[in-house]
């Protein structure tokens, strides 16, 4: 099966979380990703959080598979001259180093542009060009921070929250491919490539836009009606942390299901659909609530939403999750049991689906990855392993035209 992005060439240029996240993905639908490493360390997530000595860590593995690796340190005259290379036949560049890294190695955007018109160069950086923080460094959590995620995110009585969902990192990394297939489908229309640049903190933003829907509603009205603080609670002048609630128009909670006290993720996720409440009656065993003046509309139970919520826990005490979940679904109403990492790992559905796969690592044995999250009519995006550091130098070197001995020499300087 020939894959969408097949004859596609990218040099992988990326590091860490964010841009590696992109690459793979395109690598999984086809392209020919060529991750270039620093010789002897190479991605420094390669030796992040180890669990088995002397191999890749799951950092890498996870965010590397179906890519060649190709050791090249780019500062070296003779590296660069590799890249040069490189460069001239390739359609993408994908970086996220630090701010002016490639422009100190001198690979600005229009020496780029000079050596490979027709190349797409695409970059993560933590703010965007010309931001008055343009000159950060920064990891996914400041990435949370600065996107206005972590002021929203928690619970109204604690401090600001990080998710645990890399808001900052991969989805960035997927904004940028959204962004280098776009600019792949413009250069067929005009034979040029193009600068794409997403950063972190607009990615996160583009994620909390129903935050700045509730902004300008707060400063409108005084209040949000959806969130925990209303009616009884006050508001300031800026959106509050709404704990679990909704967030949409639907109010929602987590909910305690049985074995809570022993088991912290004994819980499920309800939503009080609007036009589901008399199914919600129905399944509770409350057929007075349907027509009830003080529960009938959602204006009206939103003062004694945890009271509601209280009563629907009780119903819960003595069903598990999964027990749980199974009634509620015949009744049509959203929600759906906290899932831990150890269910997820082992559910047969997404085993079935290939969103968990497990993949054979020349080093480390078999391990579990998420795969494409993506699916297709007409392809199934296989998963492969991540390159052992420098697998593909000499493979990559000799396409480049460069002979045996060449390649020789260019590792006795320690270039590639
Ligand atoms: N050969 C030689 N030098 C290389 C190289 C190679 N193959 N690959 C990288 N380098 C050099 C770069 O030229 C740069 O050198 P310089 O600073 O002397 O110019 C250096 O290695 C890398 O710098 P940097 O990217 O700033 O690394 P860092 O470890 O200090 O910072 C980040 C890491 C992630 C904070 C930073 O890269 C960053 O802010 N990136 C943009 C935002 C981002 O993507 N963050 C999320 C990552 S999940």
Redesign the pocket.
Known sequence: MTKPLEGIKIIDFT?????PACTQLLAWFGADVIK???PGSGD?TRNQLRDIPDADALYFTMLNSNKKSLT????KPE?KEVLERLIRESDVLVE???PG?LD??GFSWERLNELNPKMIVAS???FSDGHHYDDL????NVAQCAGGAASTTGFWDGPPTISAAALG?SNTGMHLAIGILTALLGRDKTGKGQKVAVS?QDSVLNLCRVKLRDQQRLERVGYLEEYPQYPHGEFSDVVPRGGNAGGGGQPGWVLKCKGWETDPNAYIYFTIQGHAWEPICKALGKPEWIDDAAYKTAEARQPHIFEIFGTIEAWLADKTKFEAVDILRKFDIPCAPVLTMKELANDPSLRASGTIVEVPHKKRGSYLTVGSPIKFSDMKPEVTASPLLGEHTEEVLASLGYSRQDIFNLREIKAV
Do not use: S, W
């Open positions: 590091h860490v979380q964010a841009g270039v490493e620093r420094v090249l340190d780019t500062k590296g996220n180093f630090g890294a100190r190695m993560v950086k933590g460094k920064v990891y996914e990192d972190m």
